[in-house]
């Protein structure tokens, strides 16, 4: 399969060349998927999908325009290059528009040492509706489960290939694998829900599915009776299930998009410390078998670590050729492209530096505040960083749990947030954003 996307991204190029076009980049990417879901011990639903999507992007000077098909056919491939072209010679100039040097591109890759793609091929339907159904019966075995509101497991795996008139001409597949559940807890306007799912590359490096219905029903069972706090300013530990997501403001504000428009909250903090002094955030697209990881980048440059903030401060943006060109500086080959789109700059895999102590120590270190374990809408100002979210949790006395809380907002600026950060030492290893637990001084409690 691999080899025929990478004669559809060549037959794409020469259209694009015979259609007048000065300069062109193709993705042709194919996947397929299964997906099936219980309820009740009974089969609900199961989905399979196949699918292919095409981009050409072509460039007529300093102008650029992109096109995309689910169409393989010829006739296609040639529409989609005459139309591409049609558009760019429409466009307006963009200066910073082009294609890689060719002495940027990457050199002798390895794919294969990050191990993207699992070498046992796909469970068959049958084993995912087992696993579907041991993940419900375990959660609703767990004592004050009343119901269990979904049951779900899934594979896919998609084939990717990306080529250029520059020479680059390079591909790769991905395999992956789901297994979740949601339980619920109590009846009418006293229902409580919560969940577990766990993802992998690999089918051999799931847990089992036992576990994962068990632990979604445990976390049901403690959302019941949940209330709403006291207003106030309290500690709050953003719980592993969702501190990466704080952290990924801070990647939203280092993006070079915003950055070159200005629109950032961190645009003028180029080495200026941005969390505490003793946390770094190093991003690593080469780890073995994580889904985030990638050989290359949407536009053929080699990826690589690198800190992004080291001793707490801010070393680069995330930028991709385009972006660089705007801040006058080099891509960090962060470049992600969809059919649809040209080249826009994205993490891979990133992880922060861990801290000394467990969550139950981190819990004891803040005596009395909330431990957040959802969160939910979010009103953040790009460009002042003020924050604003929903969130539901445990709230915490004398360092051990006391009751579960629902239906308040959290409140609170992210330069000042991020720099009163104590992480915890339980990132989960397999998880593209290997983030902890996170205790955070003096946010705005809005509850009762």
């Given at each position: 399969?691999?080899?025929?996307?990478?004669?559809?991204?060549?037959?794409?190029?020469?259209?694009?060349?015979?259609?007048?076009?000065?300069?062109?980049?193709?993705?042709?990417?194919?996947?397929?998927?299964?997906?099936?879901?219980?309820?009740?011990?009974?089969?609900e639903q199961a989905e399979r999908a196949e699918a292919i999507d095409l981009g050409l992007r072509v460039l007529?000077?300093?102008?650029?325009?992109?096109?995309?098909?689910?169409?393989?056919?010829?006739?296609?491939?040639?529409?989609?290059?005459?139309?591409?072209?049609?558009?760019?010679?429409?466009?307006?100039?963009?200066?910073h528009a082009g294609l890689a040097d060719p002495g940027q591109l990457v050199r002798d890759l390895d794919i294969a040492a990050l191990e993207l793609?699992?070498?046992?091929?796909?469970?068959?339907?049958?084993?995912?509706?087992?696993?579907?159904?041991?993940?419900?019966?375990?959660a609703q075995a767990v004592a004050g489960v009343s119901q269990v509101q979904s049951a779900s497991a899934a594979q896919g795996r998609q084939v990717m290939h990306l080529a250029a008139t520059n020479g680059f001409s390079g591909g790769y597949a991905r395999s992956s694998r789901m297994t979740?559940?949601?339980?619920?807890?109590?009846?009418?306007?006293?229902?409580?829900?919560?969940?577990?799912g766990e993802s992998r590359v690999h089918q051999a490096d799931m847990p089992g599915a036992s576990e994962i219905g068990r632990i979604a029903g445990e976390r049901a069972v403690a959302r019941a009776g949940a209330r709403r706090p006291k207003t106030g300013a309290w500690p709050v530990i953003y719980d592993e299930?969702?501190?990466?997501?704080?952290?990924?403001?801070?990647?939203?504000?280092?993006?070079?998009?915003?950055?070159?428009?200005?629109?950032?909250?961190?645009?003028?903090?180029?080495?200026e410390p941005v969390l505490p002094a003793g946390l770094t955030l190093t991003e690593d697209p080469h780890r073995r078998r994580i889904g985030g990881s990638r050989p290359f980048d949407g536009e053929g440059l080699a990826t690589a670590r690198r800190d992004i903030v080291r001793g707490g401060v801010l070393q680069g943006w995330v930028l991709d050729l385009a972006t660089a060109r705007k801040l006058g500086l080099e891509s960090t080959a962060n470049a992600a492209r969809s059919a649809a789109a040209p080249p826009s700059p994205s993490v891979s895999n990133i992880a922060l530096t861990?801290?000394?102590?467990?969550?139950?120590?981190?819990?004891?270190?803040?005596?009395?505040?909330?431990?957040?374990?959802?969160?939910?809408?979010?009103?953040?100002n790009p460009t002042t960083g003020d924050y604003s979210r929903g969130a539901s949790g445990v709230w915490v006395e004398n360092g051990e749990v006391a009751y579960p809380v629902n239906e308040c907002t959290l409140a609170g600026n992210l330069r000042d947030m991020l720099m009163r950060l104590t992480p915890a030492n339980d990132a989960r290893a397999h998880r593209s954003h290997m983030v902890p637990s996170l205790l955070v001084e003096g946010l705005t409690l809005a509850g009762e």
């Amino acid at each position: 399969m691999q080899q025929d996307l990478e004669a559809l991204t060549a037959a794409l190029l020469h259209a694009a060349r015979a259609a007048g076009a000065e300069a062109a980049d193709a993705l042709a990417v194919t996947g397929q998927s299964i997906s099936i879901d219980v309820r009740e011990g009974a089969l609900e639903q199961a989905e399979r999908a196949e699918a292919i999507d095409l981009g050409l992007r072509v460039l007529i000077g300093r102008r650029q325009a992109c096109v995309s098909a689910s169409d393989a056919r010829r006739q296609t491939l040639e529409t989609m290059a005459e139309r591409a072209v049609a558009m760019a010679r429409e466009a307006p100039e963009d200066p910073h528009a082009g294609l890689a040097d060719p002495g940027q591109l990457v050199r002798d890759l390895d794919i294969a040492a990050l191990e993207l793609d699992d070498p046992e091929g796909d469970p068959a339907p049958a084993a995912l509706e087992a696993e579907a159904r041991a993940a419900e019966a375990a959660a609703q075995a767990v004592a004050g489960v009343s119901q269990v509101q979904s049951a779900s497991a899934a594979q896919g795996r998609q084939v990717m290939h990306l080529a250029a008139t520059n020479g680059f001409s390079g591909g790769y597949a991905r395999s992956s694998r789901m297994t979740s559940c949601v339980a619920i807890t109590g009846e009418g306007t006293a229902m409580e829900r919560d969940g577990y799912g766990e993802s992998r590359v690999h089918q051999a490096d799931m847990p089992g599915a036992s576990e994962i219905g068990r632990i979604a029903g445990e976390r049901a069972v403690a959302r019941a009776g949940a209330r709403r706090p006291k207003t106030g300013a309290w500690p709050v530990i953003y719980d592993e299930r969702i501190a990466a997501g704080l952290i990924g403001h801070l990647l939203a504000a280092v993006n070079g998009t915003a950055v070159a428009r200005g629109a950032s909250w961190l645009r003028d903090a180029m080495g200026e410390p941005v969390l505490p002094a003793g946390l770094t955030l190093t991003e690593d697209p080469h780890r073995r078998r994580i889904g985030g990881s990638r050989p290359f980048d949407g536009e053929g440059l080699a990826t690589a670590r690198r800190d992004i903030v080291r001793g707490g401060v801010l070393q680069g943006w995330v930028l991709d050729l385009a972006t660089a060109r705007k801040l006058g500086l080099e891509s960090t080959a962060n470049a992600a492209r969809s059919a649809a789109a040209p080249p826009s700059p994205s993490v891979s895999n990133i992880a922060l530096t861990q801290g000394a102590q467990g969550l139950d120590g981190l819990m004891r270190e803040m005596g009395t505040g909330f431990l957040v374990t959802s969160l939910m809408g979010a009103s953040i100002n790009p460009t002042t960083g003020d924050y604003s979210r929903g969130a539901s949790g445990v709230w915490v006395e004398n360092g051990e749990v006391a009751y579960p809380v629902n239906e308040c907002t959290l409140a609170g600026n992210l330069r000042d947030m991020l720099m009163r950060l104590t992480p915890a030492n339980d990132a989960r290893a397999h998880r593209s954003h290997m983030v902890p637990s996170l205790l955070v001084e003096g946010l705005t409690l809005a509850g009762e």
